[in-house]
């Protein structure tokens, strides 16, 4: 076939197992033969027990745009039948030829491996050669297709030779290592008599089975038979060697990539095509041992192994390290990318939704006393993505940014070579970050430690978010501990802090200051008359005309209730009766256009001198009040005939 040009996306979960390995490998090698690019959109989910750590990593399936690519290739069977039926009716509205594996979904092409007939084969010869009755199994998930196949298939042989099947003797599981220990450890409390044969739904489990049986010090094949399936590297190199079962897994992922570059041709293909499993006979059910591979080949593949794992912890733990110890996102930044180098890629793109590092503070109207809250991603990414690091060219480039609908600036480049993309999601639990892509680079495939890779980035990133939310709360701590909440202007601590080390140069420098106290006319009658909401509406409008007549570096504050003061250096009298007037004309024209019930109205004193050493504001904040409570009995003299002035005491702090 021709050299196509296609770039086709791939959706699976977990590429540090050898299943999706395997599969990936059959993929890559259609994929090079045929100048095919490859963008891999990958999960680690169903790992760590976790459903919102999983909610974060199914995240990176959202983000594919379909219409973007000629086809996709999805490894249905390593994540729900919810997602992927998700999954495919986005590709069919992108109208896009898709191939599912080991998973029927929709209408689309569908590439199975007959698990029913290895499975009955294995299961007979159980019963039939080795004399076996009383069986147990260990299954996968119940929504698997693959996985009801093979149990379905287990259950026709032992009704076929009227075997009773205890439910207890059914352990279900997720395919995972693990299930193998807990379902011997369930069998062995179960009052049931311990079973000759254990029959598992795949390798990972059986070898994690044997290993508890023989932990109890129940020895295979000697008293208990295993058996397993998908004939992994683990179980051929296993001891015992392992019963199971081998599949065509390379080869269903090259078909899968030749189906779509036949259908992108034109070519009329069948929708189903369904590939053969065989049974592999060997210790593990007392069978005599297969040709064993060489045994220095094999040693010296497991040292390589093994050297290749012990690097590649090491690295990611002084990655750890290291990027926990940035004390800035720039440096943060350079520190990654030595590390991106040390994976030998071609590219890498680090990218972020925009808000990854926000902590939004939602307000109503003037303050509302309420908490901060997060606000952030969850379901896919921000519309607008940022891209802090990128490197091509062999050379890193700087910040850019671009839609998430793109998935990559890149995506699609022009090439003699072709591009084996990697998408991986950054996420803290199930908050999204965002994403990165790796370009060209074995270490996703090949190392152990990818994912260990992939969260050190995510967590670090989720280091510097708290960080910057710190950041953010402690200024708005500070704010509130300044600025009135009512007002929005400063309360007594910022005048204080804002103004104290004006006053204290204008002493050393004998400049004169000017300190206005203004006091609300008529707050009671507006409180009493209209409530006291309407109260601290007025309140914010008179603090917001002082605010406003302040044009001239002047400092307002509330000093509580309705009154509140005004602060500047070098001023003269005539300085204070232009502000004044700027105050009086903003109060009228809020009177006439305002379409309040009440008229606004202030009373003003001002204190002007050039102050003393060892004097303070409040000094003259008393003096500024006596001479406000003269304007205001002006005013209204028979509310304080015969009442002495009020005594205004003011803290020194």
């Known amino acids: 076939m021709a050299n196509t040009n296609l770039t086709v996306a791939v959706i699976a979960s977990g590429i540090d197992e050898e299943y999706q390995q395997t599969i990936l490998g059959g993929i890559h090698r259609y994929a090079a033969q045929h100048h095919v690019n490859i963008a891999h959109f990958i999960a680690f989910g169903g790992i760590l027990a976790n459903p919102k750590y999983d909610q974060g990593e199914y995240n990176i ?54 698990n029913a007939p290895a499975m009955e084969q294995i299961t007979r010869h159980f019963i039939e050669k080795h004399g076996v009755r009383r069986l147990n199994y260990i299954s996968g998930p119940d929504d698997n297709t693959e996985s009801s196949a093979r149990l379905s298939a287990f259950r026709r042989v032992l009704e076929e030779y009227d075997i009773p099947l205890e439910p207890e003797r059914i352990y279900r599981g997720t395919f995972r290592a693990k299930d193998g220990r807990r379902a011997v450890e369930a069998f062995l409390k179960s009052e049931l008599e311990l079973p000759e044969a254990i029959i598992c739904a795949n390798d990972a489990m059986a070898i994690s089975a044997v290993l508890a049986l023989e932990a109890n010090g129940i020895r295979v094949p000697d008293d208990v038979l295993v058996s397993g399936f998908d004939n992994i590297y683990n179980a051929r190199h296993f001891s015992p060697a392992l019963t199971t ?17 036949r259908h992108a041709a034109g070519e009329e293909l069948p929708r189903v095509q369904e590939l053969n499993a065989v049974p592999i006979y ?57 590390y991106i180098l040390m994976t030998k890629c071609e590219e890498f793109y680090l990218c972020l939704n925009d808000n990854w590092h926000l902590r939004q503070i939602q307000h109503e109207t003037g303050y509302t006393g309420e908490l901060p809250i997060d606000s952030y ?107 009135d909440s009512l007002t929005g202007i400063f309360n007594r601590n910022g005048f204080k802090r804002s103004a104290g080390s004006l006053f204290e140069s204008c002493i050393e420098n004998s ?45 307002a504050c509330r000093f509580g209730g309705d009154e509140f003061f005004i602060f500047a250096a070098d001023y003269t009298e005539a300085d204070a009766e232009r502000l004044r007037s700027r105050i009086q004309s903003s109060l009228d024209i809020c009177n006439r256009n305002a379409g309040i019930p009440y008229q606004l109205g202030i009373s003003i004193g001002a204190c002007i001198t050039v102050p003393q050493p060892g004097s303070s504001i409040f000094q003259l904040i008393t003096v500024a009040d006596h001479r406000m409570y003269e304007e205001k009995k002006k005013k209204n003299p028979s509310k304080y005939l015969k009442q002495p002035a009020p005594v205004i005491t003011v803290p020194e702090s």
Not at 289 to 316: H, M, W
Not at 420 to 432: A, D, K, M, Q
Not at 529 to 545: E, N, P
């Open 61 to 114: 399936f959202e983000l594919p745009n379909f219409s973007l690519f000629d086809g996709v290739i999805l490894l249905s069977n390593t994540f729900s039948s919810d997602l992927a039926e998700s999954l495919w009716e986005r590709i069919r509205q992108a109208g896009i030829p898709a191939v599912s594996i080991d998973r029927e979904l929709g209408d689309c092409y569908f590439i199975g491996i007959r």
């Open 245 to 261: 079962v081998e599949r065509p897994l390379m080869q269903s992922g090259a078909l899968a990539c030749e189906l779509i570059c």
């Open 282 to 338: 060997d210790e593990s059910c007392g069978c005599p041992a297969q040709q064993p591979e060489d045994g220095s080949v094999f040693k010296k593949r497991n040292y390589q192994i093994l050297e290749n794992t012990r690097r590649d912890i090491s690295r990611c733990n002084q990655m750890s390290c290291a990027l926990v110890e940035c004390d800035s996102f720039s440096e943060y930044i350079d520190t990654l990318k030595s």
């Open 377 to 483: 991603t969850v379901h896919g990414y921000s519309k607008r993505v940022l891209m802090p690091l990128s490197y091509y060219n062999r050379s890193f480039h700087s910040a850019e940014s671009f839609t998430s609908d793109e998935i990559l600036p890149r995506l699609r480049t022009e090439s003699d070579d072709v591009r084996n993309i990697f998408f991986v999601p950054l996420h803290f639990r199930e908050r999204s970050l965002g994403y990165f892509a790796i370009v060209n680079s074995d270490f996703p495939m090949v190392s152990t430690m990818f994912h260990s890779f992939s969260i050190n980035i995510s967590n670090s990133l989720e280091n510097f978010r708290k960080l910057l939310c710190l950041d953010e709360i402690v200024q708005e701590l500070d704010r509130l501990y300044a600025i």
């Open 511 to 555: 400049r004169s200051v000017m300190i206005m106290f203004a006091d609300m006319d008529g707050l009671k009658a507006i409180n009493d008359s209209y409530g006291h909401k309407t109260g601290d509406h007025a309140i914010r409008s008179i603090a917001g005309i002082l605010q406003e007549s302040c044009l001239n570096g002047e400092i």
